[in-house]
Structures are given as structure tokens and as C-alpha cells.
Nanobody, 122 residues
Framework: QLQASGGGLVQAWDSLRLSCAVS????????MGWFRQAPGKEREFVAG????????RFADSVKGRFTISREDNGNTAWMEMNRLKPEDTAVYYC?????????????????WGKGTQVTVSS
């Protein structure tokens, strides 16, 4: 299972940090990332990091503003969201998969976390 935390209500240009931890899978390293879904829109990929933490991928809309990291040899990840915009408002979902390509492509997701609301006011 995935345990997600973070989120909240902030103003534009503020920062927020989301956390996500995989439990019940001590011998498996997962690629981890986040998706988001805004009202009336489809769920979209936001960011993902490889299981070893060596590389990451981002949606074009968040490149340069969001970063993603993970603990060494563990299945806890964090996404730092900087210079937030009102269009970043959405429910954010943590996800885990075998490869970051699964996350980026939106297929083969093994685990989904409970969504957390991020609201950015202008």
C-alpha cells in the first residue's frame, strides 16, 4: 500500500511538499511518482523517479518548478512543488510501478495512494 501525505491550501508562488511511502514490500524497490486530476479533467502524470533514484521525469507543465527525490535504498519519495500556480490545483495521487516508464506512460501501475488535495489560490 501507499501512504501519502502533504497537500493543502496555499497561495500562488508558494511551495508545498508531498510525501509517499510504500509499505508491505520490503524486498522490492519501486519506481515512484505522482499523478494529478483537476476537476473535469483526466488524471495526468506529474513526476516520477526511478527505483534507484538515478533519474526522474516530469510533465512539461511542472518542469523547473517541481522536484522529486527518494530515500536511498527505500520506498519513500517526496515531491517538492515550488512556484505553485492556480492551474496546479488538483487532487494529487502517489503511485508506484516497476519502472518510471510505467508511470510516465500511465500503465502497469501497481499501487495507488489515496489522493491529497492541493489548492492554489491566486
Amino acid at each position: 500500500q501507499l501512504q501519502a501525505s502533504g497537500g493543502g491550501l496555499v497561495q500562488a508562488w508558494d511551495s508545498l511538499r508531498l510525501s509517499c511511502a510504500v509499505s508491505g514490500s520490503p524486498n522490492k524497490m519501486w519506481a515512484m511518482g505522482w499523478f494529478r486530476q483537476a476537476p473535469g479533467k483526466e488524471r495526468e502524470f506529474v513526476a516520477g523517479i526511478t527505483w534507484e533514484g538515478g533519474s526522474a521525469r516530469f510533465a512539461d507543465s511542472v518542469k523547473g518548478r517541481f522536484t522529486i527525490s527518494r530515500e536511498d535504498n527505500g520506498n519513500t519519495a517526496w515531491m517538492e512543488m515550488n512556484r505553485l500556480k492556480p492551474e496546479d490545483t488538483a487532487v494529487y495521487y502517489c503511485a508506484a510501478a516497476d519502472q518510471v516508464a510505467n508511470l510516465y506512460g500511465g500503465y502497469g501501475i501497481k499501487y495507488w495512494g489515496k489522493g491529497t488535495q492541493v489548492t492554489v489560490s491566486s
